[in-house]
């Protein structure tokens, strides 16, 4: 009795974690997937340090910081939409500042312990396109600052 037991509850539980594993594994179905040659093609210099090898602009430098317009910013990489101008606010950073995405499945939070520094970076769910960092001292509803990096946007002004 004692071992059909053991036996179901290793079973149950190998199966939790094989549909863990599964989850984890789910890609998007538009994932978009490229060689460094193919995003060099297609990205300038800055667009690409930024997006590919997770390069930061200088603060107050980026074209979008400052940017009033109603509309949505999309990744400059694969044009997924990420935020839109209703949840942008003035951070006072120096980099285009959002407390919410337009879809949480749209970003994706890794932790990063570059620069002697523990934070949480974004990514483009679709192309893996580095984006900024998200903090925890934006304003309300959220609490969030999704800190971005200009270069990694495209915004499309509202009709």
């Known amino acids: 009795m004692r071992r059909t037991f053991l036996k179901l509850g290793l079973a149950s539980l190998a199966s939790v974690f094989t549909a863990h594993a599964a989850t984890q594994k789910k890609q998007r179905a538009d994932k978009v997937v490229k060689t460094d040659a193919e995003w060099k093609q297609i990205l300038t210099k800055e667009q690409y340090y930024i997006t590919r090898q997770?390069?930061?602009e200088r603060a107050f430098s980026g074209?979008?910081?400052?940017?009033?317009?109603?509309?949505t910013?999309?990744?400059?990489?694969?044009d997924l939409p990420l935020?839109?101008?209703?949840?942008?606010?003035?951070?006072g950073t120096g980099w285009p500042s959002f407390w919410a995405p337009i879809s949480k499945?749209?970003?994706?939070?890794?932790?990063?312990?570059?620069?002697?520094m523990v934070r949480v970076e974004t990514i483009c769910a679709r192309c893996d396109a580095h984006l900024g960092?998200?903090?925890d001292d934006g304003p309300r509803p959220t609490g969030l600052r999704y800190c971005m990096n200009s270069v990694a946007l495209k915004f499309v002004k509202k009709a």
């Open 54 to 56: 997770k390069g930061t």
């Open 63 to 71: 074209a979008l910081n400052n940017n009033k317009q109603k509309g």
């Open 73 to 78: 910013y999309l990744c400059v990489c694969c």
């Open 83 to 91: 935020f839109s101008s209703d949840t942008k606010f003035d951070s």
């Open 105 to 116: 499945a749209n970003i994706t939070e890794v932790k990063d312990l570059s620069h002697g």
């Open 133 to 135: 960092h998200v903090f």
